[in-house]
């Protein structure tokens, strides 16, 4: 490359970092796992569009909730080493185990920084008071308005399987389902694979294909909350749907976005982009001066989401899908063949009589030369 043209290189590239000015806020994303996964990616993505332009986002996994102490010990000495110097703006918990972390190491890690919560239920006054500054964006599953969507799309429904792990988590949202089934009387009966009586084995990753496969053609399987087997082994609700979607010939339904597409028919989701966006929103009020502890915490709408394809694999209709309702994988349609326009039928109608009238004159000449050549 030419020597002036490596001087005009560097001129712009001098001139872009000069115009971009560099965003002085950090803000700390805390999830509870250990790695990234579909909904981390959602939460992070809906706080980073809510502070772009504002603040730069550092995510951390300190661990999950079948970690010990001494693991979440082991953690927080990592964060600490590669956070000891890094002045933090806020910070935002995504989950359970996320908060609780930082409500016990903040004044360690990140003293005096405002804390926003999100991904959990909304928690208890004590809790807050533990995390100083704090204020957030509640976590509320859809329970009943899955159960509407479910007789909403199959009103025959005979059985309903909710399949929990026996957590409490899992234990509040058979609760709420119970209640949801009871207003709607005897339509259908309501079974949970492993948490009856004479079936108390708890959450079997074995059990659960044969719970897919024994369910009946007018039964629905709702995966409520799954953390660990009942060996105490990890087990996550993504895992547990992959092993009931490949077997069941019943609809599977979720309670969570990022769960829907690899098999799951559907649900009335919550999606970790809402619950991100919502928690950055709060997180830019707090920049610029407002007290979290003054601010409403309110929880984003869950939304209907369908599979397309799985419905057509279950020959269900789409038609009776609420109308504002996210649809995905929709079946390519085969286009109808569009008739003439007016015009073009015009043009079709004139080139065929020209080719009638050259057809007629043709055979005129051809007669004519035929009667001199007699």
């Known amino acids: ?71 979440i010990a082991g953690r927080f000495d990592e964060i600490s080493r590669r956070w000891a110097d890094r002045p933090v703006a806020a910070v935002v918990t995504d989950g359970p185990t996320a908060f609780a972390f930082i409500r016990k190491y903040r004044e360690d890690l990140f003293a005096g920084a405002p804390v926003v919560y999100c991904g959990t239920p909304r928690p208890e006054p004590e809790y807050l008071r533990q995390c100083g500054e704090c204020a957030g964006v509640p976590l509320e599953y859809a329970v009943r308005e899955t159960v509407d969507l479910i007789y909403a799309l199959r009103p025959e429904t005979s059985l309903v399987a909710g399949i929990m792990d026996g957590s409490p988590k899992s234990v509040r949202l058979r609760r709420r389902l119970e209640a949801a089934m009871a207003l709607r009387g005897r339509e259908a009966a309501l079974i949970f694979p492993g948490h009856e009586p004479g079936d108390d084995r708890g959450l079997d990753p074995s059990s659960l294909a044969d719970v897919a496969m024994g369910m009946p053609g007018l039964g629905v399987v709702l995966v409520l909350s799954v953390q660990q087997d009942n060996a105490g082994n990890p087990l996550s609700v993504s895992q547990a749907v992959k092993i009931l979607t490949e077997k069941s010939v019943a609809p599977v339904y979720v309670l969570s976005r990022d769960l829907v597409g690899a098999g799951a028919l559907g649900g009335v989701v919550v999606r970790g982009e809402d619950q991100g966006r919502a928690a950055g929103n709060l997180v830019r009020r707090a920049l610029v001066g407002e007290r979290l502890g003054e601010m409403l915490a309110e929880a984003p709408s869950a939304v209907a989401v369908a599979d397309l394809s799985v419905m057509a694999r279950l020959g269900m209709s789409a038609d009776a899908l609420p109308s504002g309702a996210e649809r995905l994988n929709a079946l390519p ?42």
């Open 1 to 71: 490359m030419p020597d002036h043209c490596r001087f005009v290189l560097l001129c712009c590239l001098a001139l872009v970092c000069w115009c971009r000015p560099a965003l002085a806020a950090e803000v700390v994303l805390l999830h509870s796992t250990a790695e990234p996964d579909a909904w981390t990616e959602a939460v992070g993505s809906g706080l980073r569009q809510a502070l772009d332009g504002v603040a730069e986002v550092g995510e951390l996994y300190p661990g999950t909730p079948l970690d010990d102490e001494d693991r």
């Open 333 to 374: 349609t085969t286009k109808e063949p569009e008739g003439l326009s007016p015009a073009g039928a015009g043009v079709a109608f004139l080139a065929a009589v020209v080719l009638v009238l050259a057809y007629v004159l043709l055979r005129r000449s051809a007669n004519g030369r035929g009667g001199r050549l007699r």
